[in-house]
């Protein structure tokens, strides 16, 4: 008898969940991220590999015409100290935050002092400190950048959720689990993702697909692409999110890889690395899990 119970059970158990247990599992993940982001810090490695500008050309004519050289790239590797915050005039939204400790193997600043600072600056309530190293991370890239990959799962809070139209789109693997495919496309509430070009701040609408664990919804992996005008050409970012169940019981970045195009060439392309997240400790001066996080709206 209680074989035949478990027999008729496990075809329950493996079946694919619906478009709403899928949102209600997202939305669920992203309101304990919400939490826990604020409070936690990990240890970023980008390798970033982009496009050199192009040398002056000087094209010939007949037998000694010349092609354009390929496009070449050169390849840096940036590590810091990287965590969560918010901004006076968004304090709902949650934004990424660095401290860099190295650049191409030379040091820049001891992790410790690094997770100080970044704390410090962190629980300041003057948002310039917070920009400044927003705009610092910039320097040590490129004169174009796009930020906010790993918080993209707070797109999806519970209040959130109807700024979005979804569809499920299919079914793939992701090494040897099983999802279904959620497409979205956002039609309403504020741009999330942050984009710098030049010295300016863009915040874009975006769209992507969500992977959804099967039969538990457990989203592990989101993808996002965004685009607009530069001048007479179109500028596309595309990312790709993995997620990682921790012990402590919320999903957090493992890895963001990143490809920015202008006109359909690739100009950059960023692959990031994220230690096991930890909570801020004495070293950072300050305890971080001591602080109250305001919940989202509802």
């Known amino acids: 008898m209680h074989r035949l119970a478990l027999i008729c059970l496990l075809p329950t158990l493996a079946r694919p969940q619906t478009l709403p247990q899928i949102l209600s599992r997202l939305s669920e993940e992203a309101e304990t991220f919400y939490k826990a982001a604020p409070r936690i810090v990990s240890q970023e490695t ?3 590999r982009a496009r050199k500008p192009a040398p002056r050309f000087h094209p010939r004519i007949g037998a000694d015409a010349l092609k354009p050289p390929p496009p070449a790239y050169q390849t840096r590797e940036i590590v810091s100290e990287y965590s969560y915050g918010t901004l006076a005039g968004a304090p709902e939204s949650i934004h990424e935050f660095r401290q860099v400790t190295s650049v191409d193997g030379r040091p820049i600043a001891s992790p410790k002092a690094a997770r100080h600072a970044l704390a410090l600056n962190l629980t300041s309530n003057d948002d310039r400190a917070k920009k400044r190293m927003l705009e610092n991370f910039q320097k040590y890239g490129l004169t174009e950048a796009a930020v906010d990959f790993g918080p993209l799962l707070l797109l999806f809070t519970k209040h959130q959720l109807v700024n979005y139209t979804y569809a499920l789109s299919g079914d793939s693997r992701i090494g040897a689990d099983a999802v279904k495919i959620v497409s979205y496309t956002q039609t309403a509430g504020p741009a999330r993702l942050l984009v710098f070009q030049g010295h300016r701040a863009i915040h874009q609408r975006v769209q992507g697909r969500i992977y ?9 992996r989101i993808s996002v692409v965004e685009s607009r005008a530069g001048g007479k050409t179109v500028l596309r970012d595309e990312a790709t999110v993995d997620y990682t169940l921790n012990a402590q019981g919320y999903l957090a970045p493992a890895a963001v890889t990143h490809r920015a195009y202008s006109g359909g ?5 960023d692959d990031f690395r994220y230690a096991a997240f930890r909570k801020f400790g004495a070293d950072a001066a300050i305890k971080f899990d001591t602080l109250p996080v305001t919940p989202p709206p509802q």
Request: aromatic share 0%.
């Open 265 to 269: 060439q690739l100009m950059v392309e």
């Open 212 to 220: 959804a664990r099967v039969p538990d919804g457990l989203p592990l």
């Open 46 to 48: 980008l390798t970033q």
